[in-house]
């Protein structure tokens, strides 16, 4: 009899309210979500024997990748800061960890706090609480500490500059990122990091562009059924080259140089 497996995916983890929690975990279920958060559980005797966890959850996910450009464009050593647009949600930050460990496994991630139920994969971690308490401003306070820490000391970390998955304008056209905001370029300033610019090609389907439109709730319990969508098909990733931060402390103000930065990954869609 096969044991219950917690649904470490969920996001109804990581909301406000008792009724939002249950709409979530309800579509969440109709999605498919207990069978990806039970393959990866069934890969728990990998992990246990000394492989990657992120390695594991990627072939977990049964994902596919179409890589344009070369993990030799990842510098080595030195503080290094990942910067990506984020089309799909958890599948854009699985991928980027699996290509990343291969060559940093000194990386640390940025990313929402959903993940942390996943504790093989915390120790890489710098989570990010997306609800409106006091709790939620001292996690975010304390990872962006964190990053800044990490990046001093010569390790690499990835960011997500949107802060959130790209969304189509009113539910039509192609799907892009928010403005990225500030914060990446205080990181990048403060540590004297280089910066590797990351593209995911493709979006989300154009029923989550539509639910995105008048409902945060719904948009967050279809993103299962977007990781289900993901797997067993390629998802195209081009990395770029790396920018030395000599180049980017020329733009006098951050909004310059995040601006740049989103300009440089997204010209990654034409390779």
Not at 1 to 28: A, C, H, K
Not at 118 to 127: E, G, N, Q, V
Not at 252 to 265: A, W
């Amino acid at each position: 009899m096969r044991r219950q497996t917690p649904d470490l995916f969920s996001y109804s983890n990581g909301v406000d309210g008792r009724w939002r929690r249950v709409v979530i975990r309800q579509i969440e279920n109709v999605s498919g979500l207990r069978k990806i958060s039970r393959l990866y559980a069934d890969r728990q005797d990998d992990i246990s024997a000394g492989r990657n966890p992120w390695d594991v959850t990627f072939e977990a996910m049964k994902l596919q990748l179409d890589l344009q450009g070369s993990l030799e464009s990842i510098p080595r050593t030195g503080p290094l800061v990942v910067v990506a647009n984020h089309p799909f949600g958890l599948v854009d930050g699985v991928i980027i960890c699996h290509l990343i460990a291969q060559v940093r496994p000194d990386f640390r991630i940025l990313i929402n706090r959903v993940l942390e139920q996943m504790k093989d994969l915390r120790a890489y971690l710098l989570p990010i609480d997306f609800t409106d308490t006091s709790e939620a401003r001292d996690i975010n306070l304390n990872s962006r500490a964190a990053a800044k820490t990490h990046l001093r000391a010569g390790g690499a970390v990835i960011v997500f500059p949107a802060g959130g998955i790209s969304t189509a304008h009113r539910g039509l056209g192609p799907a892009n990122d928010p403005p990225w905001g500030p914060f990446t370029a205080k990181l990048i300033l403060s540590s004297k990091a280089d910066v590797l610019p990351v593209y995911f090609h493709g979006q989300n389907s154009r029923l989550f562009q539509i639910v995105s439109q008048f409902s945060h709730t719904l948009r967050l319990a279809l993103l299962a059924r977007e990781v289900r969508r993901k797997m067993g098909g390629k998802v195209r990733v081009t990395i770029g080259k790396t920018i030395p931060h000599a180049e980017l402390v020329t733009y006098p103000r951050r909004e310059e140089m995040m601006q740049k930065l989103r300009e440089e990954t997204y010209a990654l869609k034409q390779i």
